[in-house]
């Protein structure tokens, strides 16, 4: 498959009406708008068509592939959509059982890391001078051979990210060959979580959590929709066991989140317990003490012995913050829900005594015995072989005392995550090697930078799971041609033959005995590739207590953190600061905050007021270890004696999104590894006001709902009676003595709806929105942007309200008194009313009604008055301030090659212009056309918008109102239904599904 080789070749003759009509009749209307819109200095561009087609290519016939994410470990499948040889789409691969056809805003993104326009695109080395110069390929193979023929000896190391695949091994075999060493080094590889499995079980391995079959969940910090483990697949998961679905059994499991800032796992919670940091273990361990005490649950055998050792509620409510009657309950509803579910490890939990956190929480699953239930060793993580933070400061510490003459590093950039530490240990090491993608802190700092393929332009495998085997392949040609695959470069200097791709297979020939079938290699490797991998179930694995569980009976003293307590909690978008080059990730709003562009510090809104702080007041946070600049944002979410930052921003190199911009919260924390041999994620800090302001680059409204029905909350009980036919949110639009008047208006709207192309039987596209699947995690508002080309405006126009998201998620706080602040999401998008305000007051028709019930935007006829967006409501329409398409301009937000990842199917708007969401209105149109080929009707499940697609929680429901079959009628008419502002009279074609909330967790939800 080759790149698109359609070139353009570029005149500067101005636009004039021959020279209009020539193009109008050589190339057609099509081509003829096109080149209209070059009047004036820009170029015309005259297309090429192909001389020789490329093999299974047609042009306008998108080609899929299947692939593998490796934006974080947890490795999902993708599929791959491509056109005229560029990728321009990432799905979720259906097959995959990590994450089931759905995909998390960083994998969407990823296509932004392989046409980033900063990209290092060819061999460089650093001069004498300090300066780099551009080398041949062969001249830095050369290099670094000689390099490690010189450091034979003398110390060689390779820092690599989690390899758990044919990568991995290549380094391994590399490096006992030469006598060097392999760090493995992810800045959240989850140690707390598994030295607590080994406390507990003796046993380091990660396991797998079944959400899906739990009946009552309890997380301890463990933010499994963020960044935890595997959050698309736990949160599908999770979705499916806490999901309210009439008839099912009319339960839900109940969830019960622990912990002292409320993340975007904490908002779906029922209920948030707070306690003090440092102390969740001891929560754990008394609430396994009552159900021992009280024989709540048959317990192991060997878990008996644990029964005079655990502390009782009443010793340790004190230490915790939380009463020992609500410690009481908790644990008597954990053990009877009989599926009782409780996980740590999280990384924004990585106190002191982040290991006992674990292990307790394990002692609690052991002891109500779900251990092998909900529980399940055996289909372990690929995280267990991720290396630990300690291996990472020995390392430091070896180079610190020169023994390290030549360091590689591969996918790892520690000159951020330990920017301090590391750094001036590098002025040490007599040789650096950089091979990566991007000029990040590590690359900027090396001796040698030899450019690396992205994912998605390269040969690999993975073993995310155990039992799932996946595979990558280039789903395009190089987008930089001088860059090469790693491995490909290893094996070269290595002196070994065949290419990377040949490396792999020969692996592969293994798992071909076990799964060939009787295949041949060929048609095996072939199936793998179409399916993405090899997906196998691993067997299940028996685990007991381990000899050491008295440490942790040992560690039951008060360990909570004092006043000034600071978290540092990882990035939902931009993790450890491996997305922040990325735009759509840097513009997407925070689930929490709705901040975007730059980091912040969350303060208590009583804590905000004794230190007399607004929003976007900057202070100084300075730890033993460093010092940064933050602005405050105050949130009721979050305990008045803890501060929080995220991690992700600060960044001193990795190109022009993300370089020296806003602070890196990895400079607060400590060089040094904790006990569990990880780092600590928790530090004490003094805070001092500077006298700065900025203004938050935020999309946030009004915190609180105000009572405006934009969402509905129903207790479980209440949703549970609700039968067919009953609406308890109906809403009458108008006064009853206006009923014959509307008849007869209707009437005559009728009349005129059967004239032209809105005769005849029409359908009429509808949504649903399940507010009890959705947790606002924002897939959806990424899968957006990269299918219907939305602009990414920049920090500045951000702050001035002028983002162009077409679908956000808007979230308000509940409650208010301690311990009972919550919060709800919802996905606000253009409402395709049937009397839509936006329609009549434009005066030159660009809103309009199409006779399959949307609301259209002609973007050529549209001259920016904004009367429709003054119209609408739901404020929901989007106007361009500027031409962010204009190539070299100041507001470019598509620098080439950035520009490849555009969808060839949805128009570029410019500046002046109003857009919308119209859902997905290609993909209804190219629906239509394939089953008008076929001869056939459209079938429910033929269109699916891009935002539906991406939803983890499946919370997004799309088709056709008048099929009276189809899912989204079934849910429009759903007791829980409702539609946002109903009184308005707008008639939206979204019905949204009330949120569902367990028993006195929906009084917390009431607006305070």
Same mark, same amino acid.
């Given at each position: 498959?080759?790149?698109?080789t359609?070139?353009?070749?570029t005149?500067?003759?101005?636009?004039?009406r021959?020279r209009?009509l020539t193009?109008?009749?050589?190339?057609?209307?099509?081509a003829?708008?096109?080149?209209?819109?070059?009047?004036?200095?820009?170029?015309?561009?005259?297309?090429?068509?192909?001389?020789?087609?490329?093999e299974?290519?047609?042009?306008?016939i998108?080609?899929?592939?299947?692939?593998t994410?490796r934006?974080?470990?947890?490795?999902?499948?993708?599929?791959?959509?491509?056109?005229?040889?560029?990728?321009?789409?990432l799905?979720?691969?259906p097959?995959?059982?990590?994450?089931?056809?759905?995909?998390?805003?960083?994998g969407?993104?990823?296509?932004?890391?392989?046409?980033?326009?900063?990209?290092?695109t060819?061999?460089?080395?650093?001069?004498?001078?300090?300066?780099?110069?551009?080398?041949?390929?062969d001249?830095?193979?050369?290099?670094?051979?000689?390099?490690?023929?010189q450091?034979?000896?003398?110390?060689i190391?390779f820092?690599t990210?989690?390899?758990?695949?044919?990568?991995?091994?290549?380094?391994d075999?590399?490096?006992?060959?030469i006598?060097g060493?392999?760090v493995?080094?992810e800045p959240?590889?989850?140690?707390?979580l598994?030295?607590?499995?080994r406390i507990?079980?003796?046993?380091?391995?990660?396991p797998?959590?079944?959400?899906?079959?739990?009946?009552?969940i309890?997380?301890f910090?463990?933010?499994?929709?963020?960044?935890?483990l595997?959050?698309?697949g736990?949160?599908?998961?999770?979705t499916?066991?806490?999901?309210?679905?009439a008839?099912?059994?009319g339960?839900?499991?109940?969830?019960v989140?622990?912990?002292?800032?409320l993340?975007?796992t904490?908002?779906?919670?029922?209920?948030?317990?707070?306690?003090?940091p440092?102390?969740?273990f001891? @929560? #754990?361990? $008394?609430?396994a003490?009552?159900?021992l005490?009280?024989?709540? *649950?048959?317990?192991?055998?060997? /878990?008996?012995? +644990?029964?005079?050792?655990?502390?009782?509620?009443?010793?340790i409510?004190?230490?915790?913050?939380?009463?020992a009657g609500k410690i009481?309950?908790?644990?008597?509803?954990?053990?009877?829900?009989?599926?009782? @579910? #409780?996980? $740590?490890?999280?990384?924004a939990a990585?106190?002191?005594?982040? *290991?006992?956190l674990?292990a307790? /929480?394990?002692? +609690?699953?052991?002891?109500?015995?779900?251990v092998?239930?909900?529980?399940k060793?055996?289909?372990?993580?690929?995280l267990?072989?991720a290396?630990?933070?300690?291996?990472?400061?020995?390392l430091?510490a070896?180079?610190?005392?020169?023994?390290?003459?030549l360091l590689?590093?591969?996918?790892?950039?520690p000159?951020?995550?330990?920017?301090?530490?590391?750094?001036?240990?590098?002025?040490h090491?007599?040789?650096?090697?950089?091979?990566?993608s991007?000029?990040d802190?590590?690359?900027?700092?090396?001796?040698?930078?030899l450019?690396?393929?992205?994912?998605?332009?390269?040969w690999n495998?993975?073993?995310p799971q155990?039992?799932?085997?996946?595979?990558?392949?280039p789903?395009?040609?190089p987008?930089?041609?001088?860059?090469?695959?790693?491995?490909?470069?290893?094996l070269?200097?290595?002196?070994?033959?065949?290419g990377?791709?040949?490396?792999?297979?020969?692996?592969?020939?293994a798992?071909?005995?076990?799964?060939?079938?009787?295949?041949?290699?060929?048609?095996?490797?072939n199936?793998?590739?179409?399916?993405?991998?090899?997906?196998?179930?691993?067997?299940?694995?028996?685990?007991?207590l381990?000899?050491?569980?008295?440490?942790?009976?040992?560690?039951?003293?008060?360990?909570?953190?004092?006043?000034?307590?600071?978290?540092?909690?990882?990035?939902v978008?931009?993790h450890?600061?491996r997305?922040?080059?990325?735009?759509?990730?840097q513009?997407?709003?925070?689930?929490?905050?709705?901040i975007?562009?730059?980091?912040w510090?969350?303060?208590?809104?009583?804590?905000?007021?004794?230190?007399?702080?607004?929003n976007?007041?900057?202070?100084l946070?300075?730890s033993?270890?460093?010092?940064?600049?933050?602005?405050?944002?105050i949130t009721p979410?979050?305990?008045p004696?803890?501060?929080?930052?995220?991690?992700g921003?600060?960044?001193?190199?990795?190109g022009?999104?993300?370089?020296?911009?806003?602070?890196?919260?990895f400079e607060l924390?400590?060089?040094?590894?904790?006990?569990?041999?990880?780092?600590a994620?928790v530090?004490?800090?003094?805070?001092?006001?500077?006298?700065?302001?900025?203004?938050?680059?935020?999309?946030?409204?009004?915190?609180?709902?105000?009572?405006?029905g934009?969402?509905?909350?129903l207790?479980?009980?209440?949703?549970?009676?609700?039968?067919?036919?009953?609406?308890?949110f109906?809403?009458?639009?108008?006064?009853a003595?206006?009923?014959q008047?509307l008849?007869?208006?209707?009437?005559?709207q009728?009349?005129?709806?059967?004239?032209?192309?809105?005769?005849?039987e029409?359908?009429?596209?509808?949504?649903?929105?399940?507010?009890?699947?959705?947790?606002?995690?924002s897939?959806?508002v990424?899968?957006?942007?990269?299918?219907?080309?939305?602009?990414?405006?920049?920090?500045e126009?951000?702050?001035?309200r002028?983002?162009?998201?077409?679908?956000?998620?808007e979230?308000?706080?509940?409650?208010?008194?301690?311990?009972?602040?919550?919060?709800?999401?919802?996905?606000?998008?253009?409402?395709?009313c049937?009397?839509?305000?936006?329609?009549?007051?434009?005066p030159?028709?660009a809103?309009?009604?199409?006779p399959?019930?949307?609301?259209?935007?002609?973007?050529?006829?549209?001259?920016?008055?904004?009367?429709c967006a003054?119209n609408?409501?739901?404020?929901?329409?989007?106007?361009?301030?500027?031409?962010?398409?204009?190539?070299?301009g100041?507001?470019?937000?598509w620098?080439?090659p950035?520009?490849?990842?555009?969808n060839?199917?949805?128009?570029v708007?410019?500046?002046g212009?109003?857009?919308?969401?119209?859902?997905?209105?290609?993909r209804?149109?190219?629906?239509?056309?394939?089953a008008?080929?076929?001869?056939r009707?459209?079938?429910?499940?033929?269109?699916?918008?891009?935002?539906?697609?991406?939803?983890?929680?499946?919370?997004?429901v799309?088709?056709?109102?008048?099929?009276?079959?189809?899912r989204?009628?079934?849910l429009?008419?759903?007791?829980?239904?409702?539609h946002?502002?109903?009184?308005?009279?707008?008639?939206?074609?979204i019905?949204?599904?009330?949120?569902?909330?367990?028993?006195g967790?929906?009084?917390?939800?009431?607006?305070?």
């Amino acid at each position: 498959m080759s790149r698109a080789t359609a070139r353009c070749v570029t005149t500067e003759a101005p636009m004039d009406r021959r020279r209009f009509l020539t193009v109008l009749g050589a190339t057609g209307s099509a081509a003829a708008a096109a080149s209209a819109c070059d009047i004036g200095p820009e170029p015309t561009e005259h297309l090429v068509p192909y001389v020789v087609p490329p093999e299974n290519q047609v042009p306008g016939i998108a080609t899929y592939y299947a692939t593998t994410c490796r934006e974080c470990a947890a490795g999902c499948g993708l599929h791959a959509k491509v056109r005229e040889g560029r990728v321009i789409k990432l799905e979720g691969n259906p097959e995959s059982p990590i994450n089931q056809g759905r995909l998390c805003s960083r994998g969407q993104a990823a296509l932004q890391g392989l046409y980033n326009p900063d990209r290092v695109t060819d061999p460089m080395a650093r001069g004498a001078n300090g300066q780099w110069q551009k080398l041949t390929w062969d001249d830095a193979v050369g290099r670094l051979q000689a390099q490690v023929k010189q450091a034979r000896g003398k110390g060689i190391a390779f820092v690599t990210g989690l390899e758990s695949g044919s990568f991995g091994e290549l380094v391994d075999a590399w490096m006992k060959e030469i006598g060097g060493r392999h760090v493995t080094y992810e800045p959240f590889a989850f140690e707390a979580l598994r030295e607590g499995n080994r406390i507990a079980f003796g046993t380091a391995a990660i396991p797998s959590y079944d959400f899906a079959s739990a009946r009552y969940i309890l997380s301890f910090g463990a933010d499994f929709m963020e960044t935890w483990l595997s959050p698309v697949g736990y949160q599908n998961a999770f979705t499916r066991a806490h999901a309210f679905e009439a008839g099912r059994d009319g339960s839900m499991a109940k969830f019960v989140y622990v912990g002292p800032r409320l993340s975007l796992t904490g908002m779906s919670a029922d209920e948030w317990i707070v306690p003090k940091p440092g102390t969740e273990f001891m @929560l #754990a361990l $008394a609430m396994a003490s009552v159900i021992l005490t009280e024989r709540l *649950a048959p317990p192991p055998p060997d /878990a008996l012995r +644990l029964q005079h050792l655990l502390p009782g509620p009443e010793r340790i409510a004190g230490s915790v913050g939380v009463e020992a009657g609500k410690i009481q309950r908790l644990a008597r509803d954990f053990a009877a829900s009989k599926g009782g @579910l #409780a996980v $740590a490890g999280g990384i924004a939990a990585q106190y002191g005594s982040g *290991a006992l956190l674990v292990a307790a /929480a394990n002692v +609690l699953n052991y002891v109500a015995g779900q251990v092998g239930k909900t529980v399940k060793f055996g289909p372990n993580h690929a995280l267990e072989a991720a290396g630990s933070f300690k291996q990472l400061a020995d390392l430091v510490a070896d180079m610190r005392a020169e023994k390290i003459s030549l360091l590689l590093v591969h996918g790892a950039n520690p000159g951020h995550s330990l920017p301090a530490a590391f750094s001036e240990a590098l002025g040490h090491v007599g040789y650096k090697v950089s091979l990566a993608s991007y000029w990040d802190e590590t690359a900027a700092a090396a001796d040698l930078v030899l450019p690396d393929f992205h994912p998605l332009e390269q040969w690999n495998d993975s073993r995310p799971q155990a039992g799932v085997y996946a595979l990558q392949q280039p789903v395009m040609q190089p987008v930089f041609p001088n860059t090469r695959h790693a491995g490909d470069v290893l094996l070269q200097v290595a002196g070994k033959s065949g290419g990377f791709k040949d490396y792999v297979q020969t692996r592969w020939r293994a798992l071909h005995v076990r799964y060939g079938h009787g295949r041949s290699f060929e048609d095996f490797w072939n199936d793998a590739l179409q399916h993405g991998g090899i997906y196998s179930e691993a067997p299940a694995q028996t685990v007991r207590l381990g000899p050491e569980i008295s440490r942790l009976m040992g560690g039951a003293a008060d360990t909570s953190l004092q006043l000034t307590t600071l978290i540092v909690f990882p990035s939902v978008a931009l993790h450890d600061g491996r997305g922040a080059n990325k735009p759509w990730l840097q513009e997407l709003p925070d689930p929490v905050s709705k901040i975007t562009w730059h980091g912040w510090v969350e303060v208590h809104p009583d804590t905000a007021a004794k230190w007399q702080l607004t929003n976007g007041d900057v202070v100084l946070l300075k730890s033993p270890h460093g010092a940064v600049r933050a602005p405050v944002w105050i949130t009721p979410g979050i305990r008045p004696d803890v501060l929080a930052v995220p991690t992700g921003q600060g960044h001193k190199a990795y190109g022009r999104y993300a370089k020296d911009r806003s602070f890196n919260a990895f400079e607060l924390l400590s060089p040094d590894p904790a006990d569990f041999g990880g780092r600590a994620f928790v530090v004490s800090v003094t805070v001092t006001k500077t006298g700065d302001h900025r203004s938050l680059a935020t999309i946030e409204g009004d915190a609180r709902e105000q009572g405006r029905g934009v969402i509905e909350v129903l207790p479980l009980d209440r949703a549970r009676s609700l039968k067919r036919g009953q609406h308890p949110f109906a809403e009458r639009e108008t006064p009853a003595y206006a009923d014959q008047a509307l008849q007869a208006w209707a009437e005559a709207q009728h009349q005129k709806a059967s004239l032209g192309n809105y005769a005849g039987e029409q359908p009429r596209w509808a949504m649903a929105i399940d507010l009890a699947k959705c947790t606002g995690c924002s897939a959806c508002v990424t899968a957006c942007y990269a299918e219907n080309n939305l602009a990414t405006v920049g920090e500045e126009l951000v702050t001035r309200r002028r983002q162009m998201s077409w679908l956000r998620i808007e979230r308000y706080y509940t409650g208010g008194g301690a311990g009972r602040v919550g919060a709800v999401v919802t996905p606000m998008l253009c409402q395709q009313c049937g009397n839509a305000p936006c329609e009549p007051v434009c005066p030159v028709y660009a809103s309009y009604h199409t006779p399959d019930g949307l609301n259209g935007q002609v973007y050529n006829r549209c001259v920016g008055t904004r009367y429709c967006a003054n119209n609408c409501p739901y404020k929901v329409r989007y106007f361009n301030w500027y031409n962010y398409a204009e190539h070299g301009g100041e507001w470019e937000s598509w620098p080439d090659p950035l520009n490849m990842l555009l969808n060839p199917d949805v128009t570029v708007r410019e500046k002046g212009v109003m857009e919308k969401c119209t859902f997905c209105v290609q993909r209804i149109r190219g629906a239509q056309n394939r089953a008008r080929l076929e001869d056939r009707k459209v079938e429910d499940g033929d269109i699916t918008p891009s935002c539906a697609q991406a939803c983890p929680s499946e919370a997004i429901v799309f088709g056709d109102l008048h099929d009276k079959t189809s899912r989204v009628a079934a849910l429009a008419q759903d007791p829980r239904g409702y539609h946002v502002l109903a009184g308005l009279n707008t008639l939206p074609a979204i019905t949204y599904l009330a949120k569902v909330v367990h028993g006195g967790a929906a009084d917390a939800r009431t607006d305070g």
